[in-house]
């Protein structure tokens, strides 16, 4: 099987199963009542509208809604994350590599096409989570009285950056489902370095000198650095110097191929038991 006809085959997998579209519904549900309840508290406290009780920073000015459109990418990443992971250790699970191996028999090939499988599902996420923001985010910002700024070319510069961040957490997925083939061990795993480590290590950085200087290149430092801005700079959870956006996407992109070859030389080639 072609790489063309393979990538269909992933395609059709995907698809035809409830999990792609209840992640979606999550994602959107999720991200779009944060972007709008964050964009309620962050616009009433620039407007006076809570009397200066909020524990939000002030005099964010033009920044807000490169900040609320931002939580597309610094909250949501997690979700094309697994989605990523899934695409490769459901097969694991399931039993179905089997029959992939024998449909595509070099294993290059397959694994490729599970990478643009993930890229087709990586701008599917990107463009709901993206979307949620604008709407819930922007619709809440203007109901304040605040420019949502959807007619400056920088906004869609920045949008189209976040939509390229999440597609490249996708194929970061697959290559860590590539390397870990437990499903229950590599989400289990992912939860806990998204949500806790590395949170943590990024407002730590802040408090110990010169650490701020690693943690910039970790993934989700430097997926917001690739987004433009991100909620963690103003909470103190930002490098003090972020790399620049094409250098966050090189490094972001950097993790995807590394994991990949890791679990091409380590797992893929191996046998299917």
Same mark, same amino acid.
Do not use: H, N
């Given at each position: 099987m072609n790489l063309l006809n393979a990538t269909r085959s992933?395609?059709?997998?995907?698809?035809?199963?409830?999990?792609w579209w209840i992640l979606l519904i999550v994602l959107v549900l999720y991200i779009g009542s944060t972007a709008g309840g964050m964009a309620a508290v962050i616009a009433?406290?620039?407007?006076?509208? &809570? %009397?200066?009780?909020?524990?939000?920073?002030?005099?964010?000015?033009?920044?807000?809604?490169?900040?609320?459109y931002g939580l597309a990418t610094a909250m949501g990443y997690v979700f094309p994350l697994i989605v990523g992971t899934l695409l490769v250790t459901g097969e694991y699970r399931h039993?179905?590599?089997?029959?992939?191996?024998?449909a595509t028999p070099r294993r290059g090939v397959a694994l490729s096409a599970k990478m643009l499988a993930g890229i087709v599902m990586g701008l599917v996420f990107a463009v709901a989570a993206v979307g949620s923001t604008v709407v819930a985010g922007g619709g809440v910002l203007a109901l304040f009285g605040i420019d949502p700024q959807l007619d400056s070319a920088e906004t869609w510069a920045l949008l189209g950056r976040m939509v390229l961040a999440l597609v490249l957490w996708v194929l970061v997925g697959i290559g860590l489902g590539t390397?870990?083939?437990n499903q229950i061990a590599a989400v289990v795993g992912i939860l806990a370095f998204t949500q806790f480590v590395e949170p943590i290590a990024r407002l730590g950085a802040g408090l110990v000198e010169g650490l701020g200087d690693v943690a910039r290149f970790l993934p989700g430092a430097a997926s917001d650095a690739l987004a433009g801005d991100s909620i963690y700079a103003i909470m103190g959870g930002g490098a003090?110097?972020?790399?620049?956006?094409?250098?966050?996407?090189?490094? &972001?992109?950097?993790?995807?191929?590394?994991?990949? &070859?890791? %679990?091409?030389?380590?797992?893929?080639?191996?046998?299917?038991v």
């Open positions: 992933e395609l059709t997998k995907q698809f035809s199963t409830s999990v009433a406290g620039e407007t006076g509208s &809570l %009397g200066g009780a909020t524990t939000m920073p002030t005099g964010l000015g033009e920044r807000i809604p490169r900040l609320i039993k179905t590599l089997t029959p992939t191996f024998l390397l870990i083939r003090d110097q972020p790399l620049e956006w094409w250098a966050g996407g090189l490094v &972001l992109a950097g993790y995807a191929l590394l994991f990949a &070859l890791l %679990g091409y030389a380590a797992s893929w080639r191996r046998d299917v």
